[in-house]
C-alpha cells in the first residue's frame, strides 16, 4: 500500500521559516512528478509548488522568491523550505506524487497526503 507520510508543520511567526517534508512509501518502483498544495479555510486548494523527476522546478507567484522545492530520489522524499513565512500562508499542506508502482508495468497513479497544518502568527 502506498502512502505519502507529510511532517514539519507547526506554528511560527511571521518572517520564520519551515521546512516539510513527504515521504513515500510501500511497494513502488519510482516517484515521478511530486507536488505541494494547499488548502486554506474556505479557499480552494491551490498549487504551490512542483518538482519533476528531472528537477524543474515550479512555483505560484504567492510562493515564488520564498518558497524552494526540492526531492531526494534516493528516499523517495520531497521537501519543501519556506522562508519568510507570512499569516496568508497558514493553510494545511498536502504532498501530492505521481507514483509508477511496478518495474514491469509503465502505469502510474497518483497518491495524497494526509496534510501538515502550518499556522503563522502575526
Known amino acids: 500500500q502506498v502512502q505519502l507520510v507529510e511532517s514539519g508543520g507547526g506554528l511560527v511567526h511571521a518572517g520564520g521559516s519551515l521546512t516539510l517534508s513527504c515521504v513515500v512509501t510501500?511497494?513502488?518502483?519510482?516517484?515521478?512528478?511530486i507536488h505541494w498544495y494547499r488548502q486554506a479555510p474556505g479557499k480552494q486548494r491551490e498549487l504551490v509548488a512542483t518538482?519533476?523527476?528531472?528537477?524543474?522546478?515550479n512555483y505560484a507567484d504567492s510562493a515564488k522568491g520564498r518558497f524552494t522545492i526540492s526531492r531526494d530520489n534516493a528516499k523517495n522524499a520531497v521537501y519543501l523550505l519556506m522562508d519568510n513565512l507570512k499569516p496568508e500562508d497558514t493553510a494545511v499542506y498536502y504532498c501530492?506524487?505521481?507514483?509508477?508502482?511496478?518495474?514491469?508495468?509503465?502505469?502510474?497513479?497518483?497518491?495524497w497526503g494526509q496534510g501538515t497544518q502550518v499556522t503563522v502568527s502575526s
Open positions: 501530492n506524487a505521481r507514483v509508477r508502482l511496478s518495474y514491469y508495468s509503465t502505469v502510474e497513479n497518483t497518491y
Open positions: 518538482i519533476t523527476w528531472g528537477q524543474d522546478t
Open positions: 510501500g511497494s513502488i518502483y519510482r516517484v515521478n512528478d
